[in-house]
């Protein structure tokens, strides 16, 4: 059975708001609140503090992964008070021990001592098209979710709080190689967290990132990605998964495919790749990026 950790961020949002001073506000943020992480951050080379003025650090890496920015006080005090009226905290830490106790059920390991969770806030604009919400739970150990909350994504905090864990469970038995990573391996990885999450969660809890496609969007989607299932380094892929929209935001080359296409058309993969060989979520999980876009018949 895997130890926990969640983080009281809220109580953390709580002092980081009556910082007045920027820098010691930024200060707050990294030696505070993104100490624990510092592993996770070291791990995809984000320092905690950049050695020259205003450089690359956590303070950087976390705006570009849709935190809302130390300085916004309006945002974070609203998103603070509806997470604490939705009783999120709670929410959140119920969803992890259920993970946890699913996993377990099904002879699965994470890779780490202890799993550390923290729930953040999130700047609304920079992840509308993903209404709002996100996560990140691609090393072992480590599952943070960020969010700024609305009516539609509240009820999904359990469901990517899955998608994440799912991610944990992956990359404890394969490894993620940043730059050999394929467009197959990448929608795999995505279509088996977001297949978890409908596993535990239920369909209707499924992200935006899956279900804001129609059927022709799709099909088109899986006719494109089929052709570039072993395109490989993280930029080329992410064109892929992302989607021209966030590719344009990210400065990566838009291709001519809808929002997270790649996302959709994987979890499609996994689904198909389960039913047609009579395989549980577990079981999917531990299978290869080879078995399950062969078994799935989508391409062929």
């Not at 299932?229 to 930029?235: M, V």
């Amino acid at each position: 059975m895997n130890a926990y950790e969640v983080m009281d961020t809220l109580s953390q949002y709580g002092e980081l708001l009556e910082i007045r001073d920027l820098e010691k506000r930024k200060d707050y943020f990294r030696y505070e609140m993104m100490e624990p992480f510092k592993q996770m951050w070291n791990l995809i080379n984000v320092p905690i503090k950049a050695k020259q003025q205003n450089g690359y650090d956590v303070i950087m890496a976390s705006k570009m992964l849709g935190f809302a920015d130390v300085s916004d006080d309006e945002n974070i005090r609203e998103g603070l008070s509806i997470l604490r009226e939705n009783n999120s905290y709670a929410v959140a830490e119920n969803a992890l021990k259920n993970c946890i106790a699913k996993a377990n059920n099904a002879g699965l390991k994470i890779n780490a001592d202890e799993i550390k969770f923290g729930l953040y806030i999130s700047d609304p604009e920079k992840l509308k098209l993903q209404k709002g919400y996100t996560g990140f739970g691609g090393i072992p150990g480590f599952i943070t979710v960020n969010i700024y909350p609305n009516d539609y994504n509240l009820p999904k905090i359990p469901a990517v709080i899955a998608h994440e864990f799912n991610h944990n469970i992956r990359f404890s038995y394969f490894d993620w190689d940043h730059g050999n990573v394929t467009v197959g391996d990448y929608l795999v990885i995505e279509g088996l967290a977001e297949s978890f999450a409908k596993e535990l969660y239920g369909t209707e809890q499924i992200g935006p990132w899956v279900t804001n496609m129609d059927k022709e969007e799709l099909k088109y989607s899986i006719d494109v990605i089929g052709e570039a299932l072993d395109i490989k380094g993280f930029a080329e892929v992410s064109s892929y998964m992302f989607g021209d929209e966030i590719a344009a935001q990210e400065g990566y080359q838009p291709i001519g495919l809808p929002f997270c296409a790649g996302y959709a058309v994987g979890y499609k993969t996994v689904q198909s790749f389960m039913k047609k060989n009579n395989k549980t979520i577990y079981e999917a999980t531990l299978a290869s990026t080879d078995e399950i876009i062969n078994g799935s018949e989508l391409f062929s």
